[in-house]
Nanobody
Framework: QVQLVESGGGLVQAGGSLRLSCLAS????????MGWFRQAPGKEREFVAT????????YYADSVKGRFTISRDNAKNTVYLQMNSLKSEDTAVYYC????????????????????WGQGTQVTVSS
C-alpha cells in the first residue's frame, strides 16, 4: 500500500509560479515511477508529467513542456512539480500517482499504469 498526499496548490496570477509536493508513505522503499495528472472542470483527467524511480528519466505532456519540471527526493519520499509561466488553462485539480509496477515510466502517460492516487490539490490561475 502507498498513501499519497499532495500539497502546494492555490490561487496564482497568470505568469506566476507554484510548486506542488506529493508526500508518499507506506511502501516507500520500492523503486517505482511517479506521475502528475490534472483534471480541469468539465474535462477528463490528463497526463502532465512522470518521473523514473531515480529521477533520471522524465516525460511531459506537450502542453506543459518547457514550463513544468517534475523532480523527486527519495530521501524525503516526495515528488515535486514546479510550475512556471502558469496560464489560465492550467487551472485544474492536480493529482499525484504512483506506478508501483514499473521503475521506468511509459512515455504515453496512461492512467491505467498508475495504481495509487492522491486526493488532489486545486490550482487556480487567474488571468
Amino acid at each position: 500500500q502507498v498513501q499519497l498526499v499532495e500539497s502546494g496548490g492555490g490561487l496564482v496570477q497568470a505568469g506566476g509560479s507554484l510548486r506542488l509536493s506529493c508526500l508518499a508513505s507506506g511502501r516507500t522503499r520500492s523503486r517505482y515511477a511517479m506521475g502528475w495528472f490534472r483534471q480541469a472542470p468539465g474535462k477528463e483527467r490528463e497526463f502532465v508529467a512522470t518521473i523514473s524511480w531515480n529521477g533520471g528519466i522524465t516525460y511531459y505532456a506537450d502542453s506543459v513542456k518547457g514550463r513544468f519540471t517534475i523532480s523527486r527526493d527519495n530521501a524525503k519520499n516526495t515528488v515535486y512539480l514546479q510550475m512556471n509561466s502558469l496560464k489560465s488553462e492550467d487551472t485544474a485539480v492536480y493529482y499525484c500517482a504512483a506506478d508501483t509496477g514499473r521503475s521506468i515510466p511509459g512515455k504515453d502517460g496512461s492512467e491505467k499504469e498508475y495504481d495509487y492516487w492522491g486526493q488532489g490539490t486545486q490550482v487556480t490561475v487567474s488571468s
